[in-house]
T-cell receptor
Framework: EAGVTQFPSHSVIEKGQTVTLRCDPISGHDNLYWYRRVMGKEIKFLLHFVKESKQDESGMPNNRFLAERTGGTYSTLKVQPAELEDSGVYFC?????????????FGPGTRLTVL | DQQVKQNSPSLSVQEGRISILNCDYTNSMFDYFLWYKKYPAEGPTFLISISSIKDKNEDGRFTVFLNKSAKHLSLHIVPSQPGDSAVYFCAASGNQFYFGTGTSLTVIP
C-alpha cells in the first residue's frame, strides 16, 4: 500500500512568489493534516481536513496560506505571497480515525526555501 | 507557547546501552502521548504511544513511561542499536497534536 506522498520534495522561490504544495494521503484516509517545521523547532500543526471539510485550521499562520482538499482526496497548500519566515519543511499526514487515539502516517515533507 | 518540550537537542549512546529520551508537557488535559522517529529526508514515523490512564507501555526494545504528576514522559530504548540513530519527536494529543522540537539520537557502534 502506498504511503503519504508529497510534491515537490524541495522548492526554492523568491519572496513574493507563489508556491503550491501537494499532498496525496493514503487511500481511504478521511483525515488529512498539514504541519510545518521551521529549522530546529517543533513540528507545528497547521490544519486538519475531514474529507473535504476543514475541521480545524487554527494553526494556519495568516491569510497568505490557503489549503484545499477538493473531492476529499489530495490536498494543496498554497502560500501567496511567500515571505522569508515561511521557509521550513511542510509535512502532510493522514489517518483513518479522527480523534486523539489515531496514528498519523506522515509524508516525507516538502522543504520550502524562500529567498 | 510551546506545550511539549524536549530539552535535549541531542544524545549519544554506545551500542548495547540504554537510550533515555525525555519530554515534558504543560497541558494536563492531554490524553494521549506518542513518540515518532524521523530519519533524514523522511517524514516522522509512529513508534510507540501511551494513554494518559497508563504509566508504562512496552513494545519490544521500546518502553514509554508517563509521570502525570510531573507532566513528564520518557522513551527508553534498550539495547540501543546503530539503526536507532534518528531524530525522536515526542507528541501529545489534545484538541490537536503538539510536537516537541526533537532529540537527535546517535548510537555509536
Amino acid at each position: 500500500e502506498a504511503g503519504v506522498t508529497q510534491f515537490p520534495s524541495h522548492s526554492v522561490i523568491e519572496k513574493g512568489q507563489t508556491v503550491t504544495l501537494r499532498c496525496d494521503p493514503i487511500s481511504g484516509h478521511d483525515n488529512l493534516y498539514w504541519y510545518r517545521r521551521v529549522m530546529g523547532k517543533e513540528i507545528k500543526f497547521l490544519l486538519h481536513f475531514v474529507k473535504e471539510s476543514k475541521q480545524d485550521e487554527s494553526g494556519m499562520p495568516n491569510n497568505r496560506f490557503l489549503a484545499e482538499r477538493t473531492g476529499g482526496t489530495y490536498s494543496t497548500l498554497k502560500v501567496q505571497p511567500a515571505e522569508l519566515e515561511d521557509s521550513g519543511v511542510y509535512f502532510c499526514a493522514s489517518s483513518q480515525v479522527q480523534g486523539g487515539y489515531n496514528e498519523q502516517f506522515f509524508g516525507p515533507g516538502t522543504r520550502l526555501t524562500v529567498l | 507557547d510551546q506545550q511539549v518540550k524536549q530539552n535535549s537537542p541531542s544524545l549519544s549512546v554506545q551500542e548495547g546501552r540504554i537510550s533515555i529520551l525525555n519530554c515534558d508537557y504543560t497541558n494536563s488535559m492531554f490524553d494521549y502521548f506518542l513518540w515518532y522517529k524521523k530519519y533524514p529526508a523522511e517524514g516522522p514515523t509512529f513508534l510507540i504511544s501511551i494513554s494518559s490512564i497508563k504509566d508504562k507501555n512496552e513494545d519490544g526494545r521500546f518502553t514509554v513511561f508517563l509521570n502525570k504528576s510531573a507532566k513528564h514522559l520518557s522513551l527508553h530504548i534498550v539495547p540501543s542499536q546503530p539503526g536507532d540513530s534518528a531524530v525522536y519527536f515526542c507528541a501529545a494529543s489534545g484538541n490537536q497534536f503538539y510536537f516537541g522540537t526533537g532529540t537527535s539520537l546517535t548510537v555509536i557502534p
